[in-house]
């Protein structure tokens, strides 16, 4: 079956004992979302990822929010990415590349990646303040470090300028989700083999 009939859901679950997660994703989905990981703004974060991938995203995750918020949002992104990787099997047929730019006020903010199984974090992005709301603003890099290792991506990640935080990080997120939408897509070019000289991903 090729990867325009085969339906493109997964479903992960990871237990350790900092952290309890399940994560269920629809490639082919319209940008649904259930999100609950006892951090507020990154509910947000993740809502925003959904909607603008158009991937269907429901989210739980029970963490050791006593102690801080880095297990928990570390480990959210290595299930999401562990959860688009299994969606897209073999990688066959997508389109493998994508690139976006969002504006949000005064930021300007663009993601590239490459669905390759080789994966690599670039990030070039800077906040001035240490929390949006609770949560750490250096816990955006470790989410989405753990995204690219797990999702086999290529991720390159840069805000180009911009003063406020909110509308940074967010800007960050809706790039990449544009980005990997674009990526997933299935090219019918392709006729279902992967997009590399290779032969192979």
Known sequence: ???MTQER?????????????????????????DIETGIG???HMLESFSKHSA??????????LHIDMHHSV????????????KALGDFAGITRFGHAYVPMDETLSRTSLDLCKRPYLVWKVHFSRDKIGEMDTELFKEFF??????????????????????????????ATARALRAAIAVD??????????????
């Open 188 to 201: 019918p070019k392709l006729g279902g083999k992967p997009a590399s000289t290779k032969g192979s991903l």
């Open 74 to 85: 570390e480990d959210t992104g290595i299930v999401i990415g562990q959860a688009i990787m």
């Open 41 to 43: 703004f990154f509910d």
């Open 1 to 3: 079956m090729g990867p």
């Open 145 to 174: 470090h753990a995204l690219a290792g797990n999702g086999g991506m290529c991720l390159h990640v840069e805000n180009l300028y911009g003063e406020n935080c909110h509308h940074i990080a967010e800007s960050c997120f809706k």
């Open 9 to 33: 859901t997964a479903t992960v679950s990871r237990t350790t004992k900092e952290t309890d997660i399940s994560v269920t994703v629809n490639l082919d989905g319209t940008g649904k979302s």
């Open 55 to 64: 991937i269907d995203l429901t989210v739980r995750c029970k963490g050791d």
